[in-house]
């Protein structure tokens, strides 16, 4: 037999040999490589959470809460006192109209109507005197010639301009006291319905 096929024939002889004693060497170590105190633990399951202890409160959605309507609670109307009667303001102002000051004399404020009466008559006093005529006399070579003239005029205007402005004024005020005059003795009546929230129909007199 040639050399080099004795050569072949005992390498090959030799490979079959290690090939064998290494897998069965493989063999033998590997129930202990998987067994062995080092390999990677398998990680513990999680707890089960205990759901029975929760209120069932927690497990429902919230619903969206609901704004309440303000609720605004009317105080007690005040019983007026005994013996009086109500002020009607449309009288006040006609009084007023007739005659300044008594508007407010009629609505329970008697102070108001004479100091309004006496503004009144002053302003109507020097207008009339300041627009009155005068009579002057005059004249040329020995002729007498008598002349009207106002007495101030400019006085006179402002004056009546201020007189009318207190007339004016006095006949609004005569209807406002006899308004304040009844809420002050709670002798206004109020007729109040309420259909819904913010919504109000009343009637006063």
């Not at 000051?101 to 108001?112: E, H, N, W």
Request: charge should be negative; aromatic fraction near 8%.
């Amino acid at each position: 037999m040639p050399m080099k096929l004795l050569s072949l024939v005992a390498f090959l002889i030799l490979f079959s040999i290690f090939a064998v004693i290494g897998f069965s060497s493989a063999l033998h170590a590997a129930p202990q490589f998987w067994t062995s105190e080092d390999d990677t633990p398998t990680p513990p399951p999680a707890p089960g959470v205990d759901t029975s202890s929760v209120p069932s409160s927690y497990l429902t959605a919230s619903p969206t809460p609901v704004l309440a309507p303000v609720i605004k609670v009317v105080s007690p109307t005040p019983t007026p006192v005994p013996g009086l009667k109500p002020v009607d303001p449309t009288t006040a102002a006609l009084f007023s109209v007739v005659l300044p000051g008594s508007g407010q004399v009629y609505a329970g404020d008697p102070l108001k109507g004479v100091v309004i009466a006496a503004l009144f008559g002053v302003g109507l006093w020097q207008t009339i005197d300041n627009l009155s005529l005068q009579s002057t006399s005059g004249g040329t070579s020995g002729e007498l010639q008598t002349v009207s003239t106002v007495k101030n005029e400019d006085l006179g205007s402002i004056a009546g301009l201020v007189t009318l402005a207190i007339y004016g004024y006095q006949i609004q005020d005569a209807s406002d006291t006899a308004v304040e005059y009844n809420k002050k003795n709670y002798l206004t009546f109020n007729l109040g319905i309420s259909p819904g929230q913010n919504a109000r129909l009343a009637y006063m007199f």
